[in-house]
């Protein structure tokens, strides 16, 4: 496994802003900086985000939930990275980024629902965990099918430019994600019409069991953009104020008129891809032990104490009062439904066809719920 290393795939400097252990900075401050309120903000979704997976997975293995793709370890990339969006910006997320539409707003008790896939979910259960959509957030849901997302986007993009209502587009995608006809395709198109879209790839060095090393031929991640005609960079992804300096300049950059840009965060997946997944078949874990020294939460919060945003002991607070939502988000969701059968078949057309309908009422009959068979007939008569 010593050939991994997204390090040695990377000849270059990564941007960074903050020294490594968090003391400081790395070099000159930049010119950019959030405020201490955008600041607070990122680390307290940085906090939930890790506080959401520790919860998650730990029903996910007592079978309370289905599925679970965690984000531990990719903090910085995730909300460092959509602070630098407006809330009016379109932002399409991969598997990890769902928490950056409770940054943007979205309830957490929708996000838990989702979870969940019960009545109060806006997928109403169709997706999949970690699927999470959001109107309020301008989030669409995305789909399994990787880099398909990377397209839609950059319609998004265009029809944002055709309005001229100065609307950027985010889209995230994974480092194993690149290798996709939809990154291709979504990086080429962008670049020809000059779409006011920022890619960011989050590459936390793995794609489930294929190391960033093994995912293209290109010595980085960032340097691609330069075959599509739009300036990329790569970047510290456990350094949030790299992030979202690196991110805003490429947003500012869009919504000014002058096209997409792409940002590589290099990151790391602590935990294994999903839990169906186990990493110590394929990582070394030297390799985790050297990423666990360099938390992002660790080197934020060290910065965010010298400058006296947070206090001592703020930290343990903050994840004490976010572990306690996210408790009571999930005792609230355990009590809510499933959603109804019938609306397996709604949403699609105006009228459910009748032999959809049909499917619904055998399918209710045969759970013996004859009550709700009965109104399902009354609603949509066969
Ligand atoms: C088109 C396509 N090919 C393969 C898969 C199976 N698959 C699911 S996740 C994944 C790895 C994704 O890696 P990356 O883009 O780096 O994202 P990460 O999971 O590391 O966040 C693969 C190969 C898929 N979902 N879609
Ligand atoms: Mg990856």
């Not at 995730?78 to 407006?86: L, R, T, Y």
């Not at 001229?164 to 670049?191: E, K, R």
């Not at 794609?207 to 290109?218: K, V, Y």
Request: with cysteine; hydrophobic share 40%; glycine share 10%.
């Amino acid at each position: 496994m010593t050939e991994y290393r997204t390090a040695e795939l990377f000849d270059g400097e990564l941007v960074r802003v903050l020294a490594e252990d968090g003391h400081g900075f790395f070099g000159k401050p930049p010119t950019q900086m959030p405020s201490q309120a955008l600041c607070l903000d990122i680390f307290r979704s940085m906090l939930l985000t890790r506080a959401m997976d520790d919860r998650l997975l730990k029903l996910q293995r007592q079978g309370r939930i289905g599925f679970v793709g965690t984000s531990t370890g990719q903090e910085a990339a995730i909300h460092g990275s959509a602070a630098a969006f407006e809330r009016s910006d379109l932002m399409f997320s991969a598997l990890r980024e769902g928490s950056a539409a409770i940054q943007r707003g979205a309830p957490l008790h929708e996000y838990i629902a989702h979870m969940f896939g019960n009545a109060e979910d806006t997928a109403k259960g169709r997706q999949m965990p970690n699927h999470f959509q959001s109107k309020e957030a301008n989030f669409p849901s995305w789909s399994s099918v990787l880099g398909t997302q990377l397209p839609h986007a950059v319609g998004a993009a265009m029809a944002s430019k055709m309005r001229g209502d100065g609307q950027v587009v985010c889209a995230y995608s994974g480092d194993g994600t690149t290798s996709s006809n939809g990154f291709h395709s979504a990086m080429n198109f962008a670049g020809v019409m000059k779409a006011p879209i920022v890619f960011i790839v989050v590459d936390n060095g793995w794609a489930i069991s294929m190391p960033s090393s093994r995912q293209t031929g290109s010595s980085s991640f960032g340097r691609k953009a330069e075959a599509y005609g739009m300036p990329g960079v790569d970047v510290d992804g456990n350094d949030a104020l790299a992030c979202y300096v690196s991110v805003k300049r490429a947003v500012d950059r869009a919504r000014n008129g002058e096209g997409p840009s792409l940002i590589s965060l290099r990151t790391y997946r602590m935990l294994g891809h999903s839990s169906s997944d186990d990493p110590t078949r394929y990582r070394n874990p030297d390799e985790v032990e050297y990423w666990s020294q360099r938390d992002p939460l660790d080197r934020f919060e060290k910065w965010l104490l010298s400058e006296s945003v947070i206090e001592e002991g703020g930290r343990g607070r903050m994840q004490h009062e976010l572990a306690a939502l996210v408790a009571s988000a999930v005792e609230h969701a355990e009590a809510v439904d499933s959603p109804p059968l019938e609306s397996l078949v709604e949403d699609v057309y105006a009228e459910p066809p009748r032999h959809l309908r049909r499917q619904v009422v055998e399918a209710l009959r045969v759970l013996d719920e004859k009550g709700a068979a009965e109104a399902v007939m009354g609603k949509f008569p066969l």
